[in-house]
């Protein structure tokens, strides 16, 4: 079993940036691909970026690209999301996810990822 603790979020104005952490715990022996949700208040959690093992894989939700950058260090176990030009519609608390990657590095997460962490919350005001 692995353990996820996000590190990171808090409230911003608009336009300011701010940057999460995630590192894994636990059953680390295993490489596990890392990404990122977010849920807003009375609507459903969404994808936000995911990258692979290898750090070949990146991909964005297409309201962030070009604002956000997810990256991982795999000495720490960690996974980054730099999140730059914030806007109020950032608002949200926002959970890292991981899952296994059986080997294979160029992996991503899947829609329902195995492992998910407590959250943080992300403010951003107008």
């Known amino acids: 079993q692995v353990q996820l603790v996000e590190l990171g979020g808090g409230v911003v104005q608009a336009g300011e940036s701010l940057s999460l952490s995630c590192t894994a715990s636990?059953?680390?022996?295993?490489?596990?691909?890392m990404g990122w949700f977010r849920q807003a208040p009375g609507k459903e959690r969404e994808f936000v970026a995911s990258?692979?093992?290898?750090?070949?894989?990146?991909y964005y939700t297409p309201s962030v690209e070009g604002r956000f950058t997810i990256s991982v260090d795999n000495t720490k176990n960690t996974a980054y999301l730099q999140m730059n030009n914030l806007k109020p519609e950032d608002t949200a608390v926002y959970y890292c996810?991981?899952?296994?990657?059986?080997?294979?590095?160029?992996?991503?997460?899947?829609?329902?990822?195995?492992?998910w962490g407590q959250g943080t919350q992300v403010t951003v005001s107008s």
């Open positions: 996810a991981a899952d296994k990657t059986y080997g294979n590095p160029s992996a991503v997460v899947t829609s329902n990822p195995e492992y």
């Open positions: 636990g059953h680390t022996s295993t490489t596990y691909t």
């Open positions: 990258i692979s093992w290898g750090a070949n894989n990146i």
